[in-house]
């Protein structure tokens, strides 16, 4: 019986010699390339279950006759509980040596069946619980996925290649809120979830049957991660936590999720509320828009943070700081204007310089990281993200909302509208971080 982290020759980003780097000719370029690709529709399909919630928020309280608070917690802390808690000792059992292949198709069908659960819950208890277990199968499929791109990319390539698999964010929410805002116009939420949940079943089987695990570590100065020690859970997070610009990175990124998750999760019910739009409307639009401008701010990210890079870190952070500086001004701005138009088309800018971070917030987490913690560092990124934006955004901005919406005589679009505007400062304090951790790395090469 063959080795089932021994690669063979003929499958797709495999290694064509045990212990050594990918090929670097064409056809290795291509396996590396399809086996990227592949990662990148999974993680549009991870974002596709774990969004599609959001366009169907409206629906879902009027049949559970929920308060906003509760809807935040189904959008935000349902979904975030397990993801933070499982994330780190997943990923510490990826840096062991499982073949990350089978557990990224595993995590794959996981998540596609608790969603097609969801479709069938009859309470908010039960879909409180169906949501945690779609969190749960999520928790360990980004760090198996970042590790993977490390063991497939030389350090010079990782932000280009992360931008492309973190293009599957913005392609994946499109796909949540338009599949999700005209099927459950045409027919009901629980439909929605249904069409949601199914692709992801295929996929992630033909992950396991198509895609192969690389050498770990075969693309860095240092060779496979096999001649590198492996160390203690608890001391490969004390090692990534005195990295300094580790650690401001990973603040700066928790913050902007947080205003991103918060006025992401609430972003289709304000333009419900404050603008009478429909709920096809909102999804197809707002979807696009996301999907589109989305993709566009990623895969800029992702190449300025190669072209940016050569020279040290420090340079593939300026760029995506000054979009996370400009969000602050045209998210106040797109929740003040009356024009329900005007909205959608600032949205356009909005979404692009706010998605210029996320492709080089993988690449630092990974490049700052030993090759035997990159799973764990990007549990910790992803932990911290998430607890911080996925779980608490969305339940913040709820609560906000109801206590806003009461100072207002009860009005719900605006307690909603201040909610969001208040999220907005998380953007400037991300970006203190961010500007942080490139002083310190830039401090760093010159001593």
Request: charged letters at 10%; aromatic letters at 10%.
């Amino acid at each position: 019986m063959s080795n089932p982290l021994q690669p063979t020759a003929t499958a797709v980003g495999v290694e064509p010699q045990s212990g050594g780097p990918i090929a670097s000719d064409a056809a290795g370029q291509r396996r590396r390339t399809t086996m990227l690709l592949m990662l990148a529709f999974i993680y549009s399909l991870n974002y596709l279950d774990r969004q599609i919630v959001v366009i169907l928020q409206e629906p879902i309280k009027a049949d559970f006759q929920l308060a906003d608070w509760e809807l935040g917690l189904l959008t935000g802390g349902a979904f975030g509980i397990f993801y933070t808690a499982m994330g780190i000792p997943i990923a510490q059992i990826i840096d062991r040596g499982v073949n990350r292949v089978r557990l990224v198709g595993l995590f794959t069908v996981g998540w596609s069946l608790m969603t097609l659960v969801c479709g069938i819950t009859r309470n908010f208890a039960q879909f409180f619980g169906a949501r945690m277990g779609v969190g749960l199968a999520e928790a360990g499929f980004a760090p198996a996925a970042h590790s993977l791109i490390s063991d497939l990319f030389a350090p010079r390539d990782r932000s280009r290649a992360a931008g492309i698999f973190a293009m599957g964010v913005p392609i994946g929410v499109m796909a949540g809120l338009s599949i999700g805002g005209i099927v459950a116009q045409a027919t009901d939420w629980r439909t929605a979830l249904f069409v949601a949940g199914a692709p992801g079943l295929l996929a992630g089987l033909a992950f396991m049957l198509l895609a192969r695990e690389p050498v770990r570590g075969a693309m860095d100065e240092g060779g496979p991660a096999g001649e590198t020690p492996q160390v203690s859970f608890w001391e490969g997070l004390r090692i990534l936590g005195r990295s300094r610009p580790f650690v401001h990175v990973i603040a700066g990124s928790a913050a902007i999720a947080f205003a991103q998750a918060g006025i992401g999760a609430w972003g289709p019910s304000f333009l419900i509320r404050s603008h009478g739009m429909s709920l096809a409307q909102v999804g197809l639009t707002l979807g696009l828009l996301t999907g589109i401008c989305g993709a566009l701010g990623t895969w800029l990210g992702g190449w300025q943070g190669t072209r940016f890079s050569r020279n040290g870190l420090q340079g593939m952070i300026w760029i995506p700081v000054v979009g996370v500086l400009l969000c602050a001004p045209l998210y106040i701005t797109i929740m003040l204007l009356e024009n329900g138009t005007l909205v959608l088309w600032l949205f356009v800018p909005t979404f692009i310089v706010g998605a210029l971070w996320t492709a080089p917030s993988i690449a630092l987490t990974q490049s700052l990281a030993p090759v035997s913690m990159r799973a764990r560092a990007s549990a910790v990124y992803i932990v911290a993200a998430n607890l911080i934006g996925v779980s608490m955004g969305p339940l913040v901005a709820g609560i906000l909302s109801d206590w806003f919406a009461h100072m207002e005589g009860g009005d719900p679009a605006s307690g909603l509208r201040y909610a969001l505007i208040a999220l907005t400062f998380f953007f400037l304090w991300g970006a203190a971080h961010w500007l942080h951790a490139a002083r310190l790395l830039a401090r760093e090469q010159q001593s």
